[in-house]
Each structure stands twice: as C-alpha cells, then as structure tokens.
C-alpha cells in the first residue's frame, strides 16, 4: 500500500493551529484537538442572477460575470433578433443592436470591446457579416472568408478574434482576425457546431458539438497554430456555454440528444474535465462569459427561450476533519 509520503512527497505534519494556506487535499495531524485534518474542496454552486431583457435562445455573449454583453439569438418563436444586452453584476440594459439580426452566431472580446461574426439572418441565410462594438454602438467590418452559422469563436478584444466551426463545408474550418481581416489558418481535426469554447485567440478550447451524426464529447486545444485532441467531455453534448481560459475552463448546459438537454456544469484543468453542480435551469444554445472560478449563464432554449441568468461561484476551500467510521 502506499504512503503519504510517496504520493505527496512530504510526511503528514503536526500543528498546534491550521497551517497557512493549505492547498487541496493537504493532510495534518491537529495537536491541540488530537484529530487528523485535511483540506477539501467545497461543492461550488450556481445562483439566480438578473434577467435578460429579452426571452431568447442561440444568442452569444463576452465579458466578466460583472460585466458581461449579451448579442443576437432567436426569440422563443425562433425569428433572429439584433438585440444587445449589457450586465453589470445584478441586472441587464438594453444598448445598441446589431446592425443584422441573426442567431448562432459567433463572438469575441469583453463587455466594451466586442467582436460578432456569422450567423443565420431571418431569411434563413448564413452570414460572413463581422460587427465591432465600441461599448455603444455596432459597425461592420471585414466579412469571414466563409459565411457560416452555428460557430465559435474566442478572443480578448474586437482587435483579435478565432472563429471556427459552424455549418458550411467543411464544419471544422478556422480563421484567425487581425483587426484588418479574416485569414484562414489550420482547421479543427473533428469538424462540428455548436461547441464550448473558452480562451484567447492564440490560446484557445474547443469542447463538445454536433458532427452532424452525433453529439460528441470530444475537446481540442488551439496553441496558435494548430489544434490537438485532448481529454473528452464527460457528457457529450452541443450547444453548451463555456466560460474561462485554455487551461481553466467551464462548461455547461447543452443538448445530448434525445431525450434532449442537460444541466450538467463540468470543470477542465487543463487535462481533464471534473463534473460539478448543476444548472438550476436546464438548458442549451445558452450564452457563457466570464472565468472557471466566476462564470455567467443566461438565456438559452429551456424550452422555450429564457431569460434566466445564473451566476456560478467557484468551491470555496474548506478545512475537514478525517472521519475513521
């Protein structure tokens, strides 16, 4: 059987009061109390946070869960719709539209520096429309190489964007955005829409999504370059919300096929995805912003389309005494 010491590398310790910023899964004997004490981590959870203005599903969103931005979608009768949406840790104002309604879009950037491209308008047509947003208002700017709905995309501002995925041929195409244009770069090595997505566009996760024949639960990696395959989802499912970085990411919500959605929430570290607490309300084609430890849910087609608007808080650390019954 091994020992303390050969997983963690050092022997259980002895104090008289708590150790100074024990990390997780840490383990100590407490003289003072003659127990034995470990560092554990909380359940975390999801909150009802502020309503969205307006009920809708396949919308997009960028930002912080303080100060998130909320684009496009459909309303519950499916029609695309232009409308904007600002948050600010509590409730949400409408702001400038899209000059171009449409749903399943994709995005980029943060609450006041913000990137949508992509799409489906109300005449059922993909879009190769790119639209900045300067805090207030939407301009167009270069159009995508390839028109297409049902993508993602990832960046840290409307002057650096990744898009990829989405309905066209083939699904698993990549641009990258320079704030000039759209080039195309090295494509996904499985080909779908609807994914999770989170990160940077020089650093970016790719998780979940529809093949067409299936809703798998297959993830990649983008360092820049090129994409590779790594851990998969535990639930395989599309048109989940994703939230955090490359390497810290959150995703969901989602549809897993018949018998329909999900309103499972799972944690990736940068090698593997953990699952956690649910969604209070079950849900997919949601919007995500926000971190891993501090993520934000809202609208998405429960059915019907939504306004409801979550807010997830990371487990908190919490010191547990070892139980030998």
């Known amino acids: 059987m091994s020992e303390y010491k050969t997983i963690h590398g050092t022997k259980v310790r002895s104090y008289t009061t708590d150790p100074d910023n024990p990390i997780t899964g840490q383990v100590w004997y407490d003289k003072t109390n003659k127990v034995l004490q470990f560092q554990a981590a909380g359940a975390g959870a999801w909150a009802t946070g502020g309503a969205l203005g307006t009920a809708r599903f396949s919308l997009t969103g960028v930002g912080t869960q303080t100060a998130a931005l909320a684009f496009g979608g459909r309303n519950p009768s499916g029609t695309p719709l232009a409308v904007t949406e600002k948050y600010n840790g509590s409730s949400w104002t409408e702001v400038g539209d899209l000059n171009e309604a449409r749903g399943q879009l994709g995005s980029a950037g943060t609450q006041t520096s913000a990137l949508a491209f992509g799409g489906e308008n109300p005449d059922g047509n993909n879009q190769d429309l790119t639209e900045k947003f300067n805090g207030t208002a939407w301009s167009e700017v270069a159009d995508l190489n390839t028109a297409r709905s049902s993508l993602r995309g990832v960046g840290a501002d409307n002057t650096s964007a990744l898009a990829f995925g989405g309905a066209t041929s083939?699904?698993?195409?990549?641009?990258?955005?320079?704030?000039?244009?759209?080039?195309?770069?090295?494509?996904?090595?499985?080909?779908?829409?609807?994914?999770?997505?989170?990160?940077?566009?020089?650093?970016?996760?790719?998780?979940?999504?529809?093949?067409?024949?299936?809703?798998?639960?297959?993830?990649?990696?983008?360092?820049?370059?090129?994409?590779?395959?790594?851990?998969?989802?535990?639930?395989?499912?599309?048109?989940?919300?994703?939230?955090?970085?490359?390497?810290?990411?959150?995703?969901?919500?989602?549809?897993?096929?018949?018998?329909?959605?999900?309103?499972?929430?799972?944690?990736?570290?940068?090698?593997?995805w953990t699952e956690l607490a649910d969604l209070s309300t079950t849900r997919q084609a949601l919007g995500g912003a926000g971190t891993q430890?501090?993520?934000?849910?809202?609208?998405?087609?429960?059915?019907?389309?939504?306004?409801?608007?979550?807010?997830?808080?990371?487990?908190?650390?919490?010191?547990?005494?070892?139980?030998?019954?």
Request: aromatic share 8%; proline share 5%.
């Open 170 to 272: 083939p699904k698993q195409q990549t641009e990258l955005w320079n704030n000039t244009c759209w080039a195309e770069t090295a494509d996904l090595n499985t080909g779908r829409t609807n994914l999770g997505v989170a990160g940077i566009s020089t650093a970016a996760l790719g998780a979940g999504g529809d093949t067409g024949p299936a809703h798998v639960a297959i993830t990649e990696q983008w360092n820049g370059t090129s994409w590779s395959e790594v851990a998969d989802l535990n639930t395989a499912r599309s048109a989940l919300g994703g939230a955090g970085l490359y390497t810290l990411a959150l995703g969901f919500g989602g549809y897993t096929g018949p018998p329909g959605n999900t309103n499972k929430t799972e944690s990736w570290n940068g090698t593997s």
């Open 293 to 325: 430890a501090s993520a934000l849910a809202f609208g998405g087609n429960a059915p019907p389309g939504t306004t409801a608007t979550e807010e997830w808080s990371d487990p908190v650390l919490t010191i547990k005494t070892v139980d030998t019954d």
